[in-house]
């Protein structure tokens, strides 16, 4: 089994900046891809940025310049630093990660930016 403890989130002013950490833990081979979603109220979840074990990374549209995914293999830790925050970023993020071949989820954290 494997446990995901996502921590970061908060309240911060439109411009500010925000950094999301995720802890995996537990009993695994080997870590593939990490990455970081995000769902807003009335909202589908989305991918905000991914990065693959060979650290290849992927991020939505919407953040690309502002946002950077990135992961240390010797914690199992993937964060993602959000600069220039929008309050259209406001949303809970989940952190989501491919450990041998089957997903995780983290319980959320809340993201909330004011203008």
């Known amino acids: 089994q494997v446990q995901l403890v996502e921590s970061g989130g908060g309240l911060v002013q439109a411009g500010g900046s925000l950094r999301l950490s995720c802890a995996a833990s537990g009993s695994f081979f080997s870590i593939n891809a990490m990455g970081w979603y995000r769902q807003a109220p009335g909202k589908q979840r989305e991918l905000v940025a991914i990065i693959n074990s060979g650290d290849s990374t992927n991020y939505a549209d919407s953040v690309k310049g502002r946002f950077t995914i990135s992961r240390d293999n010797a914690k199992n830790t993937v964060y993602l630093q959000m600069n220039s925050l929008k309050p259209e970023d406001t949303a809970v993020y989940y952190c989501?990660?491919?450990?041998?071949?089957?997903?995780?989820w983290g319980q959320g954290t809340q993201v909330t930016v004011s203008s």
């Open positions: 989501r990660v491919v450990v041998d071949i089957i997903d995780y």
